[in-house]
């Protein structure tokens, strides 16, 4: 998912969205959640940012603050 994003393009963007949403609740080490949460707040699309930061703050062990202020701007 992460080098469909790396395109640059609508499509890859979508595409790589897609592939990290089925990782997403397979990750342990990395918070996959905050990285789609953060590609959705890039193309503007705030009602599924906002989702997306609230399922990082809550499956996060020490969510940080950017999260908080992200989620709240979202």
Not at 26 to 52: C, P, Q
Request: charged letters at 25%; proline letters at 4%.
């Amino acid at each position: 998912g992460r080098a469909y994003t790396q395109l640059g393009t609508p499509q890859g963007d979508s595409l790589g969205i897609v592939y990290l949403e089925k990782a997403a609740p397979l990750d342990t080490v990395n918070n996959v959640y905050r990285e789609i949460a953060t590609k959705y707040f890039g193309m503007k699309r705030w009602d599924k940012a906002a989702a997306y930061y609230d399922k990082t703050i809550k499956s996060d062990k020490k969510p940080t603050n950017a999260d908080y202020l992200n989620m709240g701007l979202a």
